[in-house]
């Protein structure tokens, strides 16, 4: 058990190793860190985390984080209206824009299925996503989902839901990560990557 | 380069990253699992980490971190007053502490000499610890600093000031750590670990 000798220290520990992998020892190192620096310097920390939690928004288009009503990404005339892309999470979304590789607009779930944590179709923002169906602009929905029985099931749900719309439906290719040694892949995903081979150019 | 299509997030991530140890990726994880909680969560490591600073004080006698102007420590009349052990930081303390190994008192040095770096004894704690000497209480001054140059030096440094007030003086053992094993330990380490060979009991 760690000894602290300060309320104040530990107080401060206590709530930074709630943050996820973060552990008492780092949260010690931080909160000593942030003793070492001037005062600005956690003010600056403390209110950008404040301002961050009280001001942001969810764009009311497609969920994903914003500063404003309608998130930066859709209100973008340069992206690519004829591609949505369905996303869990911001985060994911993040994840893909930093590919620079996709110029489409997103949708954000905000979770996907799961019986077993007890997250229903409606718990999700399935509903918001057809009611921008049907659309004079979409072409393609590309599902973004975790290879996971849950993202697979969110997508297959969706789709079925997607049939009226008569919209074309993919989803993101499932293979061997670049980089990576054939022989270390599990069979399922090495399968998966043989069914959904890609023509050599 | 990472896109985040929101100030809020960005700023957030900008300072979170400041911190030692944390990229901009986690930087991120954190910052939206803030947005993840209620905002009280927020408000309460904000206002841990905006009172630790704020409101941390130095021991006048240890220069150990404290929440008055003596630290618990120095205040406790169970520590056995005749040992004294020097650290280069508070960190240093709290790490001793957490070992249960150490009754005695302490004396934070705020830093150790380095020619390299600039650091020079009037940079440091060292005119404080002279002037608890002579002392009716300490017999023993213990030098707990890290096992480089720096460390070395500040210790004869020091030891060099004290002769004057004929207190013992020791440093913590070096050698293998526990649980290494002994070809993995570097000549300098294992040549020290010979010379301050310990009688077998």
New interface residues.
């Given amino acids: 058990?760690?000894?602290?000798?300060?309320?104040?220290?530990e107080?401060?520990v206590?709530?930074?190793a709630?943050?996820?992998?973060?552990g008492k020892k780092?949260a010690?190192?931080?909160?000593?860190?942030?003793?070492k620096q001037d005062?600005p310097?956690?003010?600056?920390?403390?209110?950008?985390?404040?301002?961050?939690?009280?001001?942001?928004q969810y764009c009311q288009v497609c969920h994903?984080?914003?500063?404003a009503p309608t998130?930066?990404?859709c209100q973008n005339s340069q992206r690519d209206r004829s591609l949505l892309c369905v996303v869990e999470?911001?985060?994911d979304?993040?994840a893909i824009?930093?590919t620079?590789q996709y110029k489409g607009i997103y949708h954000v779930l905000g979770g996907i299925i799961s019986p077993i944590e007890g997250i229903s179709p409606a718990d999700i923002q399935i509903d918001s996503l057809l009611s921008r169906f049907p659309s004079p602009e979409i072409k393609e929905v590309i599902f973004a989902l975790s290879a996971t029985m849950e993202g697979d099931t969110t997508t297959f749900y969706i789709t079925k839901k997607l049939k009226p719309f008569e919209v074309k439906v993919s989803t993101i290719a499932r293979g061997i990560p670049i980089g990576s040694e054939l022989e270390y892949a599990d069979e399922i995903t090495l399968g998966r990557s043989i069914i959904g081979r890609t023509e050599y150019e």
Same sequence: chains 1, 2.
């Avoid at 010690?28 to 003793?35: F, G, P, V, Y």
């Fill in positions: 058990m760690m000894q602290f000798s300060s309320k104040l220290i107080e401060a206590a709530q930074i709630k943050l996820p992998g973060i780092t010690l190192r931080l909160a000593l860190h942030l003793l005062e310097f956690t003010q600056t920390l403390a209110e950008a985390l404040l301002r961050l939690r009280r001001e942001i994903h984080i914003s500063d998130c930066s990404i999470s911001s985060q979304v993040l824009e930093s620079a």
